[in-house]
């Protein structure tokens, strides 16, 4: 980093300072988020969680309310056991640093290479829709702001459940409307302009109603839909966020 941005970094962190917000992921405690995303008119219209322009950035790493929100969730409230075998589609960065420092059983990260974009030496390039790995393989998957990507977003589901033990667990979250109920999608739409103007980005295929918890379970998930942001108002997450907790059931 430039001298000079290292002392405008110094001062947006002084200035910032205080004691409402923790990040998890940094340690720096601030008196408010950066505003982050951009609004768009069907992000609004469609009150989407997990997207648009919002106060949700650390000042100091970068990270976002979702992340955090998944942090609280995966390390403190599930606090997650080291002997299990962890999938984790798409990692998001500092998330992802936590899993690999918390020496688990196998902690695989994946996602589908693009030339444009270059991914750390531990992710693998993995399609979700052809997970290359036998069935009931892993305890966890982690697959978050995906499925919204994927036109058959039901055999990437089906290939989630299909890579899970029975009993096994996944989080699945995507943007979703909260006062939608039914799932807006047009697959003939493949203008990225178009696509940003009805699903909230160039490259969505759609944007979830309150239906998606059907979707999940179709494809024989249990799914329990959790809200802990009142206990993790410190690390500035969405009150409006949950999370999407995703089990196998054990048949056996
Ligand atoms: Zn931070």
């Excluded at 409402?20 to 720096?28: I, L, N, Q, R, V």
């Excluded at 992710?123 to 997970?131: C, E, R, S």
């Excluded at 702001?145 to 989080?171: C, F, N, Y």
């Excluded at 329990?224 to 048949?251: A, H, M, Q, T």
Aim: proline share 4%.
């Amino acid at each position: 980093m430039k001298i000079l941005e290292r002392i405008k970094k110094r001062l947006t962190l002084f200035s910032h300072s205080g004691s409402t917000y923790h990040c998890p992921f940094c340690g720096y405690n601030s008196k408010d988020l950066e505003v982050v995303g951009h609004n768009l008119p069907v992000l609004i219209e469609k009150h989407v969680i997990g997207g648009g322009r919002r106060a949700a950035g650390c000042y100091k790493c970068n990270s976002r309310d979702r992340e955090r929100l998944l942090y609280a969730f995966i390390i403190k409230e599930l606090n997650l056991p080291k002997e299990i075998t962890v999938l984790h589609i798409a990692p998001e960065p500092k998330l992802s640093k936590i899993l690999l420092d918390h020496n688990l059983k196998e902690y695989i990260c994946g996602d589908l290479f693009t030339e444009s974009y270059h991914y750390p030496e531990h992710v693998k390039n993995i399609n979700v829709l052809d997970i290359p790995y036998e069935n009931e393989y892993f305890d966890m998957v982690i697959c978050n702001h995906v499925l919204e990507h994927i036109p058959d977003d039901t055999k990437a589901m089906k290939e989630i459940s299909r890579v899970l033990k029975r009993g096994g667990q996944a989080i699945l979250q995507v943007p979703i409307s909260k006062n939608s109920i039914q799932t807006h999608e047009d697959f003939t739409i493949s203008d990225p302009q178009k696509r940003k103007e009805l699903f909230g980005q160039f490259d969505h295929v759609r944007i979830y109603g309150q239906d998606y918890v059907t979707r999940l379970e179709n494809v024989g998930f249990v799914v329990e839909r959790v809200n802990i942001s009142n206990k993790y108002k410190k690390f500035g997450v969405n009150p409006e966020e949950d999370i999407f907790f995703c089990k196998k059931e054990n048949l056996n």
